[in-house]
């Protein structure tokens, strides 16, 4: 269950509105990696953690902390729409050809929609959705998913921080980025303490390395021109699992058959020519088990 | 420019159909984290590399190999799905069991849409889209991205593993576990790579660490009740960057005003009282710059 | 089945282009309250209804006008778009700032996807999709969403109709505006009449109020800070339905046990240090009704 | 800012795992009216609105609220997945009939993707998204929008009542259909007390009554041939709105010329054969203002 | 504007329901090739047409046609989904494996949802959405859609055909089928028409080309391995245009330079070792036209 | 399995960069008929493709060829972003208001989220997805949907060739113009080829036509008031599949029952007063089969 304090977790203040700058920061509430991914991720992610203890509750902690930055950045938005040219006719702004700018760079759902607030949308007006957040149960996976999502968070707030020179907003933006900073060391700290406590090791998931096929668990691929890929550590030495040492495969043969599809069912009307011979009937008939062993004894006619 | 052979890069031959693991697989082409994903995500990383070399050639090796991946799994698909009983109507299926429930964990648009062939779309028929990748340009922030993907890739593939026991199949799984196994290693190997060069740090973007407010740049808030959040590393001792000491904030206070919108337009219709005033106009109208002071020099009485 | 006439419900006749409000106008069609949603929506309504007589008459006459409702304001933006400066090119558009400022305001894809008309889109280029109608067969349930489809459709027009100073767009809107008043009346009395008729009560659906849990179905929960959400009739006195007494829980108190997931099934590789113990098997294998019953007097040792 | 306790709102404990259960419960989680969407929607509706007190308050007591619904609902999902034979192959499945069925009646993704917990998506698998909830600022507008979305709520609630025999799920969706009940009650009074506070009337929004054409506000337009359209009180007395007598059109005739488009850019290739002439030029160019002025004075020859 | 009758186009009426065909109809209602594309795709070309006539009148009267296929398919899925096991438990439903599997078969939301009714999205439940549409206003370029969403749709009606044994359900197919047979014979000659009339030619658009490559406008290059790519009538011979000799580059090489990004914005932090030098200046600030050269006289300074 | 040159398949050197253009050519990337399209249309083709030979060859030669496109297109795009305004805040923008314009004209995700590169996105940043596609395994029916979706691509690749004047992008448009010419054609020839190797006729698929009814299959039916329609050779005359003779129905009458769903499941709580009755059970349960006749020996008392 959750609480809620009318209080923002930081200051949201511009100097001035700017309208311009308020369709852009709809990329930190509704873009792929803005603070509404990084929400509804973590709390899946806590939710959906199988440990008592200190990785749930870390998780807990963030995602709380996650739902307040779309309260930040929701507002700020609100606060830098206010006074917007929105309802100007296109007649009025050309005679200004800032004003008629400025229009042109809004947002015209931010008007249209929401009445000169948020919408829970990227920067080009494309809503937030579900597939954007991952949380697999496998803590170093999602973990990593973690490190990534706070990196490209942080990359576009620091542009972001670039595309503005209003000091209120850039107070706002110096306190995400150092979150995004301690968040980026915070998982990645997590993930060295799953590896110390031994839950899970550099490679996701922790297992199936004797059935994997080994020689191609350690190999680059030369499959693009370009003549420098074998000069990295990926290509040479021992692979950070420790288990692997790394090879160049320079000119790699494919090692499948011509790829090709089988015979299809004439009802599904493919074009066809016969070559392929007759489709084989799915497998599942053809394994009965016990419910198959009945019917035949009663009907040994029957499929 | 691309070229293709017609072999396959390994073998895809199922021992027998299998229409309800066909409908699985689709989740390593079109989901979130399947192939198709990785292969437009490396593609667009490495066209939208800005240095010769090393990177950037690995990135399209790996690319190029990832469009025969969806070759693979798209061509075992459509094995699978041979002789599947599509075109049995429900009354038929009644009459066995199995039949019945074979047809029911089918993807029914496996039949009508692609007529025995895969979609471009997840196990639950949802189509991919092109937000799932992303190439940021930061080669950081990108390869942790690339590594979560290969993370969450063979979690998934190892879950699928589980799922059939037909030899072919995980003859072709065994194969993609293993460069799921080196995918990963070979991007942690290039992250710690790009940090020996000197081109990018621990922290994505690796810039703006004066501006950025340091005082929270390394404290956990505590926001959920949970008692062992400060138990790990990130909550004490030296961060992975090197640069900060990780502390816990036990109780703590949000530091912004109350939330609150600004006064609106009244032609947006936002239901109001009154009580916050009039709002201001943007900022934009008074910084005219040269166009303004023209403007302003020739008529005075200009808004 | 449905006919068609040439002549358009009400006149389309702008007194001059404005390919910026073009833009603004698409909310109109495609957005998630414009006028493709509420024709779907009665459309599907009148189809699903189970009564025949004057709901369902009403609901055709209504999604019927509709249809025309969208034909109307398609035909309003391609006469906006005549003339448009679209195959500008950007140098010669930067020779003048307000065509430069018009080009960056308008819809590209009007353009070069439809070649000066409307797309079946929102007014940032977003496609209309078949989740923004709902046609649950519950007529109050459904009423309801009719009365805000309405409501936020007329917002949307009375916010448009100050954007504009061209008295033929605005004539149109004059149009639109009345008919959304009355929509909104109408769906209100259908609502009225629904309850008169005994069909349907206040709470949707009217039904299983003896199973719910009475002692919640009348409490506010605080949660948020503010200090005044007591101080609405929804928290004192009697509820609309005549049937529950309000009632105000100022401090309230979480009912259920921690949040956790169950064990997990280890072939799955959630994370686990293995504290809550093994997973139970699901239920369904072990109530097996007759079928189960022939199973296991035939084979015994079977799963 | 939030905090959270870790102690779910109401008790979730079903008595045995349902794994295909568990994939009709994402209808609440992830479908368009569940519980995601009123979180988010009374999150914005309340970050967005422009008065302190009372309504405020409500609106963030109630998002708060619904938080926790996502929580206990998604930890609900992931109880009923415990044990699922998600990692059963086909051919293990069809041993048994019944597990067959199951298998098929599963969402593949509450296995592949999310290792035996939930997915932020709908019933169907289909991801939740930003366009699902409204947040227009106009509080008359918007409140409607919560009783249908409550209403809807609660009638897809009463339906998954319905699907289950399990006490401790129906136990957990008798507090849910009681907050819906209370939910619908609340908004209605909300309503109320808005109309009684004299900040919005009946008809939304509560302007641009002169405006309007008043004698199509308060016409039902008979375009389906059903008969009975006429005997409801929406065609006869007086609207809600106590301000239009209500009228019926029984043969309605178009009020507007031919619907047709302009004549089109040559450069954007519609076909033609020129029969409509010339198209104008966009109205932008000619009205300069003081710009325009400035550019004619200095280059007659000028565009 | 619009007119409906309450009769259907052509009788639907089921034998008896059949809930799991009653998901895979969705396909034609809501999928990209459905009824709903067709209404919608021409509705928009009919409304953009820029020519009155008979290709405009063709295009409304089939255009009017299709909304009433929408009803007729969406009545059918009602009618199959009556006394469907909507809201049997799972535990019921496991006393017998046919109910069980056909509920597994069955799609969530047209029960939960729709409340026994169709749901405007294809046999997956993905929702359909405008971007399936198109109308270009190019005649030639929209037939040649037309053609080919009328043969996808008749494919699949086709393979519909097959997997039903009901008579009713076969008959509206065999109405169904019939008509995509006529509106392919339709679109074609439509096809004949436009050439005909001179109106368009066999290449889309009918222009530019004297300014495209011509030597690129007629040869195969050959960049996969099969080895009969050539012996088509596409690989020699005079083209459908007439225009046109076809040839076979049997082994092409590429003719650009390497590909390669431009030097980065070093405040969008691409990673970059300075390589390829500074950025240059976009184009726009240089070619001032006549208010640059005013600005540039009044403040020589100015960027 | 494939490989990649570094070359690119055409020269992209843009004389200058124009952020402006920049955002208008996503349309050819991510567009519903841009380049990735027709890269995975012809891709999914290939491999679905059923018969070894020219046919399959074909496609895949072509499908390779559009992966390089793809590559093309984002290699101008991110040259043509070079020292875009990206970076600039909206204060120093309005002191030029050339600038203001073309930052109102740029896609903001291409600076904030990709760094001065393209998006997998068309020109409104809406995201590409898979179900753009087609590939149903039939050819004449993908093959028309092959040369629609060159026409479409070509239109608009013309469109765009209007908008632009630089030299080095008109060159590449040259090319892409050239490549859309001649994929036309061959689409078109090898439609030719199908029908004269007798594999596919004129209407997809070519079966079912003693099935259909035939009387529905050459007509006309006069839906909308346009008095032109019958003056096409799709309303006499023989029509293409040289097997109908096309009539047109002046005075179309519909042919089926009054639409109405049928009576509904009381526990889905649709609006209902009776009076159509109780509902039918589904057929299924009735149809027993092997197994039902074993349930019912055994248990005559079960349902």
């Known amino acids: 269950m959750f609480r809620h304090t009318d209080h923002l977790q930081f200051d949201v203040a511009p100097e001035k509105p700017d309208p311009v700058y308020a369709r852009k920061l709809q990329e930190l509430i ?14 899946f992610q806590g939710w959906n953690c199988r440990m008592k203890g200190k990785y749930k509750d870390l998780i807990m902690d963030i995602a709380t902390e996650e739902i307040g930055h779309v309260e930040m950045i929701a507002t700020m938005v609100a606060r830098l ?45 494309v809503p937030w959705n579900g597939r954007f957040i991952v949380a697999s149960g496998n803590l170093l996976a999602d973990f990593r998913a973690n490190v990534a999502a706070e990196a490209q968070g942080r990359v576009q707030t620091a542009r972001l921080w670039h ?6 907003v850039k107070a706002m933006l110096k306190f995400n980025l150092a979150r995004d900073t301690y968040h980026q060391n915070m998982w990645l ?21 004797d059935e994997e096929y080994e020689e191609h668990a350690s190999t680059l691929w030369h499959l693009s021109d370009g003549t420098e890929s074998d000069k990295g550590r990926w290509a040479h030495g021992t692979a950070p ?13 494919p090692l499948g058959n011509v790829q090709s599809g ?16 007759e ?3 799915a497998a599942l008939g053809t394994e009965k ?9 009663l009907d040994p006619n029957a499929g």
């Open 30 to 43: 509704g873009g792929a990696y803005g603070e509404m991914t990084v929400t509804m991720q973590y709390l």
């Open 241 to 253: 699992d420790g288990r692997h040492e790394n090879k160049f495969l320079a000119d790699p043969q």
């Open 81 to 125: 729409l206010e006074g917007a040219p929105a309802t100007e006719s296109t007649k009025n702004a050309s005679m200004d050809p800032v004003v008629a700018a400025v229009m042109g760079g809004m947002d015209p759902q931010q008007a249209i929609v929401s009445g000169g607030g948020p919408n829970l949308a990227d920067s080009n007006g």
């Open 189 to 209: 700290a997590a993930i060295e303490e799953l590896q110390a406590d031994g839950l899970e090791g550099v490679v996701a998931p922790n297992d199936l390395f």
């Open 262 to 277: 089988p015979p299809p069912d004439p009802k599904l009307y493919a074009t066809y020519d016969g070559g392929l011979g």
């Open 289 to 297: 088990g016990v419910m198959g062993n009945i019917k035949e004894t």
């Open 163 to 168: 595309m503005t020179d209003d000091p209120g």
């Open 279 to 281: 489709p084989s009937n």
